[in-house]
């Protein structure tokens, strides 16, 4: 919800355990965002630099993932995804697309309480793993069927050393026709089913085969998620996306 000072409020103020207040000054990143002096009217978002990559911060005050009005509420109908593709297209125009993704990280795994998508470049052999999979059937497009359509991917820490987690992964055609949102598909196919926290949670976008023809691979992650055939699951998207 905004401040009226700052613009528009929404319809119902949301939860502030979960969502934040409007008038905490101690968060960076909603200082920012509440702060920003020229935005094009109605946008629910800016785009700022992040220590790699780019964010894109939400201009109303949501802690992040846990919000539950981004399920439904206030802000289910911001596409802050759709957004984010949109400008990673812009601020990446020197690197081919396809070597870029977005993520989320859970709530204990995030330098700020505002939501924050980051727009990051991939690391190196992560989509040719995904696309591997779903060449040979591996990954669902099923939503219903995402919560069990475990695969290992391998990436890096930031030091370069190889690293292998289990995730969910679902293929989706696009996430911004029909109203899409990937936080209200998460929700209710993976966290309600699996009895699971929304704010444990880590969301990551990567864009399948060559173009966005191909559709996206959605992998989603926690760190108490058990695979047995693979490696634990992990709560951010850092072993996959350059963004430290």
Not at 72 to 94: C, D, E, M, P, V
Not at 108 to 136: C, F, N, T
Not at 214 to 226: A, K, Q, R
């Amino acid at each position: 919800m905004t401040d009226d000072k700052y613009g528009d409020g929404t319809l119902t103020a949301p939860p502030v355990s979960l969502c934040g207040d409007p008038r905490d000054s101690t968060e960076f990143l909603w200082n920012m965002a509440r702060d920003c002096r020229e935005r094009t009217p109605g946008d629910f978002w800016l785009v700022s630099g992040g220590v790699k990559g780019y964010l894109l911060v939400a201009t109303d005050r949501i802690k992040g993932i846990e919000c539950p009005d981004l399920v439904a509420g206030a802000f289910a109908s911001n596409n802050y995804w759709q957004f984010a593709f949109k400008r990673s297209l812009y601020w990446f125009t020197s690197s081919a697309w396809g070597t870029l993704g977005l993520g989320i990280n859970a709530a204990g795994h995030r330098s700020h309480d505002q939501l924050h998508i980051h727009m990051s470049e991939l690391r190196p052999g992560v989509r040719a793993q995904l696309d591997k999979a779903w060449q040979a059937g591996k990954i669902t497009k099923d939503l219903k069927s995402w919560p069990a359509n475990l695969t290992t991917v391998t990436g890096q820490d930031t030091t370069g050393a190889a690293q292998s987690r289990s995730y969910r992964v679902v293929h989706v055609s696009d996430f911004w026709s029909g109203n899409f949102n990937l936080f209200k598909a998460l929700h209710d196919n993976v966290v309600v089913p699996c009895g699971e926290k929304m704010g444990d949670q880590t969301l990551i976008v990567i864009q399948a085969g060559q173009s966005s023809s191909e559709g996206f691979y959605v992998l989603n992650s926690w760190d108490g998620l058990p695979h047995a055939a693979g490696p634990q699951g992990i709560g951010f998207c850092d072993f996959l996306l350059i963004c430290k």
